[in-house]
Each structure stands twice: as structure tokens, then as C-alpha cells.
């Protein structure tokens, strides 16, 4: 089956550490995105690549890192200078040419230990 | 910019109707509707195009009022699988959308 596979489900970081989440999908969709959700908050956009080798900040980019070397793959590290990091994070994608229609991973739930 | 939804929350017994609404202050090229249960994933439910009205899902339909800039999202005869935070978003094109904050539906027996 299709679909876009975030993990892991659940992740706890230190003080200090850098922690990568990870979002495969396999739709061959051209376009990726990161979302942190927080209660009340709704979806908040932090990074998106349309294309390999490529991607933009979001509204909320501080405190993130992403990469897009394959088209499946869109890694989002959380860095130590992201203060408050705790919060559930989504992934999706989107095919180009489409409608936009986000199709979302499961998501990760990230603390603070 | 962020669209507004109304209302923040909404409770509901099975097989009342219930109207959300989701307004921007830019003009609008799409609005998307999503759900949300809790810890899961949003599912996509419709898509509303300019200059046109979309319905996508079970008993529910939406509107899209392009003058006024809003969308409004009607459930109607609720059951208990409604229930779950309901997002708008906005955007179009190669621009990625922007959620309003959700509105919350509880369907009760």
C-alpha cells in the first residue's frame, strides 16, 4: 500500500541533542512537508521541498534542519537550539500539478527528558 | 495569513447538524478541509475551487463563498465517528496551504 511512513512514533530528547525524525513515503509524490502541531495551534508549517536538492523555510524554521537528497525521503532534525521542542510533528506530501491535497504520515511525538 | 475558524469547539448529540466556517483575509484560490482524531493523522475530506463547490464525504458538504473570502463546512444528521478537530486550509497552486487552528467536534450518544 501506498502511504508515508514517519517514525519513530514516539521520541525523547535531551538537553543539548540534535534528534532526526524520520518521513519515507512511497507515492511518488514531488513535494514534502514538516508540520508541528500544538494544542489550539493547528498546523504549523516549518519546512517543504518541491523537488530533490531542494527546500524552503516555513512559517516556524528556527531550531530545524531538513534534507531532501531523495525524492522519498525528507529527514527533519530538531537542533539543540530549538528551546521548546516538545510537540507532535507531521509529515506529507503532495503530487506537483495536483491539487495540493496533503497526504499525512502518522506523525512522531517528541519530549523533552 | 492564518484563516479563522469558527466556532474554536463544538458539541453535538447524534444526528444534530453542525456548521463550521473558516474565513481568510486574503483572496482565495482553494480551501481544503481535513479531520483529525486525536494522536492520529488528518485525512483529507474535500477541496473547494474557486468558482466552484466540491462535496467529497459521507454526509458532508461544504461552501465556498469567494466575495466573502470563507468556507463553511456542514455536517449534517452527526454520528459518533464525526467527532475529531476539524482544520480549513488555504493556498493554492505551488504555495503551501496555511491551517487555521481547528475547530473541535464532539458527537455524543
Known amino acids: 500500500d501506498g502511504g508515508i511512513t514517519q517514525s519513530p512514533k514516539y521520541l525523547f530528547r535531551k538537553e543539548g541533542q540534535n534528534v532526526t525524525l524520520s518521513c519515507e513515503q512511497n507515492?511518488?509524490?514531488?513535494?514534502m512537508y514538516w508540520y508541528r502541531q500544538d494544542p489550539g495551534q493547528g498546523l504549523r508549517l516549518i519546512y517543504y521541498?518541491?523537488?530533490?536538492?531542494?527546500?524552503q523555510k516555513g512559517d516556524i524554521a528556527e531550531g530545524y534542519s531538513v534534507s531532501r537528497e531523495k525524492k522519498e525521503s525528507f529527514p527533519l532534525t530538531v537542533t539543540s537550539a530549538q528551546k521548546n521542542p516538545t510537540a507532535f510533528y507531521l509529515c506529507?506530501?503532495?503530487?506537483?500539478?495536483?491539487?495540493?491535497?496533503?497526504?499525512f504520515g502518522a506523525g512522531t511525538r517528541l519530549s523533552v527528558l | 495569513q492564518q484563516p479563522v475558524q469558527s466556532p474554536q469547539a463544538v458539541i453535538l448529540r447524534e444526528g444534530e447538524d453542525a456548521v463550521i466556517n473558516c474565513s481568510s483575509s486574503?483572496?482565495?484560490?482553494?480551501v481544503h478541509w481535513y479531520r483529525q482524531k486525536h494522536g492520529e493523522a488528518p485525512v483529507f475530506l474535500m477541496i473547494?475551487?474557486?468558482?466552484?463547490e466540491q462535496k467529497g464525504h459521507e454526509k458532508i458538504s461544504a461552501s465556498f463563498n469567494e466575495k466573502k473570502q470563507q468556507s463553511s463546512l456542514y455536517l449534517t444528521a452527526s454520528q459518533l465517528s464525526y467527532s475529531g478537530t476539524y482544520f480549513c486550509?488555504?493556498?493554492?497552486?505551488?504555495?503551501?496551504?496555511?491551517f487555521g487552528k481547528g475547530t473541535r467536534l464532539s458527537v455524543i450518544a
Open positions: 506529507a506530501s503532495t503530487l506537483a500539478g495536483g491539487r495540493n491535497i496533503q497526504y
Open positions: 507515492l511518488n509524490h514531488d513535494a
Open positions: 521541498s518541491q523537488i530533490v536538492n531542494d527546500f
Open positions: 486574503k483572496a482565495l484560490y482553494s
Open positions: 473547494l475551487l474557486k468558482g466552484g
Open positions: 486550509g488555504t493556498g493554492g497552486g505551488n504555495t503551501p496551504l496555511v
